[in-house]
């Protein structure tokens, strides 16, 4: 069984070690995370979900630094072998919560122009393509920014 928790600051390596693997062009470092980490609950929400044996599979993190501001999805990721069961869906539901409740006016999303399965699943939960960035995740990597507005 799933079950998903917030995210705490002792789950800082597991984050950077899991970047390492499922975003080898950028993963963040533990200086990073440890500086998203610092503006919980205040600006910053990051959720894990958990495994049987309470290991960490997927994570998420949002910036919504005001209200009537677009909060900024900082990261979303699961592990390979967990994919396809609803992970990401339901951490992006649960970090959409915390922008609701802080009255963002919308959600933003830099997703990887090549990555046809995150673009599928936030085109499902209501995203639009509204611009690419160049070069965004390295030479070459290109990101789809997208969009979804909130009530």
């Known amino acids: 069984m799933i079950t998903y928790r917030d995210a705490m600051a002792l789950d800082i390596p597991v984050f950077v070690s899991l970047d390492k693997q499922l975003f080898p062009y950028s993963p963040w470092s533990g200086a990073q995370y440890k500086e998203e980490f610092a503006e919980m609950p205040r600006?910053?929400?990051f959720v894990?979900?958990?495994?049987?044996a309470q290991s960490i599979i997927g994570y998420a993190g949002i910036l919504a630094p005001?209200?009537?501001?677009?909060?900024?999805?900082l990261t979303v990721g699961v592990i390979p072998e967990h994919r396809g069961k609803g992970i990401a869906r339901q951490l992006i539901s649960l970090i959409t919560d915390f922008a609701v409740?802080?009255?963002?006016?919308?959600?933003?999303r830099e997703v990887k122009s090549d990555n046809v399965e995150a673009i599928a699943l936030y085109e499902s939960l209501g995203y639009s393509k509204i611009s690419v960035r160049k070069d965004y995740f390295g030479?070459?990597?290109?990101?789809?920014?997208?969009r979804r507005e909130l009530p």
Do not use: F, K, Q, Y
């Not at 005001?66 to 909060?71: F, G, H, K, M, Q």
């Not at 030479?139 to 789809?144: I, Q, S, V």
């Open 43 to 45: 600006t910053r929400h």
């Open 48 to 52: 894990v979900a958990l495994d049987e």
């Open 66 to 73: 005001a209200p009537e501001v677009e909060a900024d999805i």
């Open 101 to 108: 409740d802080r009255h963002a006016s919308a959600m933003m």
């Open 139 to 146: 030479t070459g990597l290109d990101a789809l920014i997208m």
